[in-house]
């Protein structure tokens, strides 16, 4: 079954302390995103990679990081987390292929920092 | 600035309606275009791609029209299962791959018995 899978689904934490949110895709896709939802803002693209090793900047990267080490794998850092950084994340991966495209999301993950 | 606008809605319809929802998009080189639905707490879902001048998915059509920087979603019959938020999408790159898509903040419809 095509899958992006996240976790942790929920967390709760506090200012300053580091985390790690890691998404996983079997479906071989070469690009790979992450967004944060806010009410009134919908979705914004925070990184995205085309390829291991090979990420850019989306529309607000500030106070993150991500790798691109293995091509399923995407984490996404929150070196020194801040309250505004209260969302709902979603990590998404993409193909193109005859012409078409898909994208797969995973379940997102709510993130609370006190 | 990259811009996707939306209707604001919300979209109350009785079952059986059709409804139509809209979208601009501001970058007119713009390559590629999505129509997701979004279901409440949940990851969005891809609905229809926009490639040319429209497509039709059994009660769902949806058209692009590159000239007004306007693409539409049109449901037909609708269901109680369509109750969700639309979310219009634009890629603001061209070639293979989607890597910049900007989402508009979507419209919300339900649909009432």
């Known amino acids: 079954e095509a899958q992006v899978t996240q976790n942790p689904r929920y967390l709760i934490t506090v200012t300053g302390k580091k985390l790690t949110v890691t998404c996983s895709q079997n479906?071989?896709?070469?690009?790979m995103s992450w967004y944060r939802q806010d009410p009134g803002l919908g979705l914004r693209q925070i990184y995205y990679?085309?390829?291991?090793?090979?990420?850019d900047k989306g529309d607000v990267p500030e106070g993150y990081k991500v790798s691109r080490k293995e091509k399923r794998n995407f984490p996404l850092i929150l070196e020194s987390p801040s309250p505004n950084q209260t969302s709902l994340y979603f990590c998404?991966?993409?193909?193109?292929?005859?012409?078409?495209?898909?994208?797969?999301f995973g379940p997102g993950t709510r993130l609370l920092v006190l | 600035r990259k811009e996707v606008e939306q209707d604001p809605g919300p979209f109350n319809v009785p079952e059986g309606a059709t409804v139509a929802f809209n979208c601009t998009y501001s970058n007119s080189a713009s390559q590629s275009f999505f129509w997701y639905r979004q279901d409440c707490r949940k990851e969005p879902k891809l609905l229809m791609s926009?490639?040319?001048s429209g497509n039709e998915d059994g009660r769902f059509t949806a058209q692009l029209n590159r000239a007004s920087q306007y693409i539409s979603l049109l449901i037909r019959d609708s269901k109680l299962s369509d109750s969700a938020t639309y979310l219009c999408?634009?890629?603001?790159?061209?070639?293979?791959?989607?890597?910049?898509?900007?989402f508009g903040k979507g419209t919300k419809l339900s649909v009432i018995p």
């Open positions: 998404a991966s993409s193909s193109w292929a005859s012409g078409k495209e898909t994208q797969y």
């Open positions: 926009v490639y040319s």
């Open positions: 990679s085309m390829n291991v090793e090979v990420t």
């Open positions: 999408v634009v890629n603001m790159n061209s070639g293979a791959g989607s890597y910049q898509l900007t």
């Open positions: 479906m071989n896709h070469e690009y």
